[in-house]
């Protein structure tokens, strides 16, 4: 090769890798800022094809998507004086790229997350410190994260980053602090217990109350009734008994007197003492009786 072809080749390589640092592509999913001596110059920057002067200017890009970070558990304290362990995590993204840049050591996510968290913290304190245990477990996700909001709002803008959302993982309480709310759990429970338990009893005492009362009435009107239908089989059978009579009174009087025989007669150690000539025996000497 000549020197010639030599210097084309070279010419050709210096002009590529001059065109390849002279260029820069911005993804829909990033954010970028372009330096001119270590000085921002833009950061406002559309996804697409951008240009910058080789070995004077510097680009570099972040992440403009949404930033998850979980967090350890923190003590908080209440309103009433307790102490809450919360597990928590934020949702940011960066607002402002020029702003995130400088206020994290050159756009260290890591900085910036230690940042937000001291941030959220605060707000946390804020918004628990003005609400129960039982407030904190049962507030609105709306309420809670539209109260930390207020509270960290400007800090976090300082950073040059939005923050999305904030939500507790876990609540936990301190040994003692839940041996306590148990033992009122217990003896709240206790409490529904026994007034559910009086309450059945009485129920059940008024419902037995009515089940006697009810019974004594049925029996009562049985009673009146079997009364009833025996007096009138009683009256309709003297009044066949009478009938017969009339009709024939020497053979009501024997079947009257073979009723008797047969109710007196022939049971083991009974003793009947009567009168040879009683008229108890009218029938029963008489073989050719009528």
Known sequence: MNNRALVFVIAVAAVLIVGSRSVFVVNETELAIK???GEIVRADYEPGLHFMIPFVNDVRTFDRRVLTRNYPSEQFLTS??????LDFYTKWRISDVAQYYQSTSGGDEDVAARRLAE???DGLKGVIARRTIQQ???AERAEFIGDILQVAGASVQELGITLVDVRVKKIDLPDDVLDSVFNRMRQDFARQAAQLRAEGDEIA???RAAADRERVEILAEATRQSEKIRGEGDARSAEIYATVYQKNPE???FHRSLEAYRNSLGKPEDVMVLAPDSEFFRYLGKSGGR
């Open 35 to 37: 330096f001119r001596f």
């Open 80 to 85: 009433e004086g307790k102490i809450l362990n």
């Open 119 to 121: 941030i959220v913290k």
């Open 136 to 138: 904190v477990v049962a």
């Open 205 to 207: 005492q008024t419902v």
């Open 251 to 253: 053979f009501f009087a």
